[in-house]
């Protein structure tokens, strides 16, 4: 579904990705780690399409396409879907308004007809309870006053309303206490399923007992210096980083 | 270069109409070395002669009347046309408010009581010249305890046929004590022809009165618009003002807002969305000269193309009015490199128990949001103008006038999307 070769990524002048290669497939779900400032939100943000971010090399294959050829609200419609580490406040648009226009446009790439108010504010209270969010806040401006916590439901509350086919998770547990890390990894877990993957970026094994990877990578250094199963993440937990970041990227 | 008015008036009126024109000579034109006027230019009109606007040939029909939410609101309806009341298109017969012509003045009191009484002692050679020149004016009187639920809509039309001409609306509103009534004052133009409107309001608010009143400011693209807006406020009264404006080449629109007595609340709100060659100048003045005042001002502008914003906000605290409590914040959108804002707030503060809080921002869309937006599946263009859109409809929020909402909501949608094909 997703091929990263050999990515570089650079930003202000300064390489920050260096040579990253990621094979993701259907139905699987893949942890990234790694220390601060190792290039994590760097690689979700360039799959996301974000501009500022100069290309030095390599390339991103999504569904055999050049995903470098596609806009970032192009990539949404594809079925990309980043949740961000940090979810930006929108005064003045209110979640119904943005969540049921980004759905009737995804839709719309689908050939599927757009979503009327009534339904949408059907579907959205249903996925809502799920998360146990409050349900004013549909009608509350896009993570405007929100608290950490509630942003991140947010980003997964948008995430079950938009069922991506690859949903990159940017420190989705960071800011959130266990009960709703339990509820979060719940709404993670539901949509699991053959046909979608998941790449979940997080400095905590906490999250990845609830949300079971099928890998583990390790980011140093803009490389990917190891990668390895669930059992990795529960290495990294005992020994820290500096037990890995020596190590040789992995090809 | 002006022709007397006052022959034949009422010597009440052609005593106000001398002495102001005296006041406009002595003042003159304010020019950009007046600090109050650094910013505006108004020599486009200065050195125009500009002669009183004569009833046009176009018959103006109801359905011409293309101010935004005309039709959906429902209000007691006064209609001028170059600067003359409209009988036949104006209706108030059932409403609870006194309501006559200010050239027939002399009949009632209050008109001599109160009329430009405000703009005399401010040294507003504008206001002056719209004293001396006014042509039919509105005297609205809400008498003691009567509370009007209906709105008034005063909406002066503009047709301009001859180059240069210029009108001077003139409204003159009394809230009696307990009262309540909602105004509202559209001024819209048509034709083809560069013209002028110098507009002067004096709202006087008895205790404990509730005033509500809207400025939309939709002149033709050619002309140039002063308008200025006197209220004195007795103990425990509430007026809100809102200006929005969004036509005119040239314009500026004044507030002089003075607290008489404690306790009084006022609010005063704008909207400016400009584009092209437009510029708009809002200056306000807040006196709080007692004690337990409250005063908020919102101003929120949008700018596009070269167009050119100014605000400038005063609040003047005098020493007896502690536990004054004053807000001020301006906030602007430049959509183009070229669109300029000057903002500036000025506090003159003689009291030591105040709470005076100002702050001004000028920004950009926020390109953050606009890749959240897009990440999400949404266009471009779109999340742009949403964005734009969000920023400036918060202001709507603070309307109440039934029927309004939307019909301000959807012109404000259609700027957006002009500003963004500019
Ligand atoms: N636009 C940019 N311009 C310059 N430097 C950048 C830019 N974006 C990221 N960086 C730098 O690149 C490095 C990697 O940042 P990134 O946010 O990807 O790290 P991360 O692994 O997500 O860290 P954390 O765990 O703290 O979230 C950091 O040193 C960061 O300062
Ligand atoms: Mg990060």
Known sequence: ?251 | MLKDRSLGEPDWLSECRRDAMVNFEELGFPTQHDEDWKYTNLTAVSTKEHVIAEVPNQKLAIDDINSVGFEEVDAHQVIFLNGRLIPELSCLEESSLEVGNLLNGQNNHLVLEHFAKQTDTVGNSLAALNTAFFGDGIFIHVPDRVIEKKPIHLVFVTIAEQVDQFTHPRTLLIAGQDSQATVIESFVGMGEEPYWTNTVTEIVAAENARIQHYKLQQEHVKAHHTGFLFVDQARNSNVTSHSLSFGGRLVRSDAHVRLGGEGCECTLNGLYAVMGDQHVDHHTTIEHAQPHCKSNQLYRGVLDGRSKGVFNGKIIVRQDAQQTDAVQSNKNLLLSRKAEINTKPQLEIDANDVRCTHGATIGQIDEEAVFYLRSRGIQSEEARSLLTYAFVADILENLQVDGWHEPLEEMLFDWVQQAQVE
């Open chain 1, 1 to 251: 579904m997703l091929e990263v070769r050999n990515l570089s990524v650079r930003a202000d002048g300064k390489d920050i990705l260096n040579g990253i290669n990621l094979s993701i497939h259907r139905g699987e779900v893949h942890a990234i780690m790694g220390p601060n400032g190792s290039g994590k939100s760097t690689l979700a943000q360039v799959l996301a399409g974000r501009e500022g971010y100069e290309i030095t090399d390599g390339e991103v294959a999504y569904e055999g396409e050049n995903l470098f050829d596609l806009d970032p609200e192009e990539r949404a419609q594809a079925g990309i879907f980043l949740a961000f580490q940090y979810p930006v406040e929108i005064p003045g648009v209110s979640n119904l308004y943005f969540l049921r226009a980004a759905l009737n446009a995804i839709r719309k790439t689908k050939g599927q007809d757009p979503m009327d108010a009534i339904d949408f504010l059907e579907l959205a209270k249903k996925k809502m309870a799920n998360l146990e969010m409050d349900s004013t806040m549909i009608e509350r401006s896009v993570n405007a006053g929100f608290s950490g916590g509630e942003k991140k439901r947010n980003e997964i509350f948008q995430m079950s309303i938009l069922e991506p086919k690859l949903a990159i998770l940017d420190e989705t547990d960071s800011g959130l206490d266990i009960d709703a890390l339990k509820l979060v990894s719940h709404g993670v877990n539901k949509l699991r399923d053959p046909d979608r993957a998941m790449v979940v970026v997080t400095h905590y094994q906490r999250l990845l007992n609830y949300i079971v990877p099928d890998f583990v990578h390790v980011l140093a250094g803009g490389h990917i210096v190891k990668s390895g199963d669930k059992n990795l993440a529960l290495e990294l937990e005992e020994k820290g980083y500096g037990w890995i970041e020596e190590a040789e990227p992995t090809k």
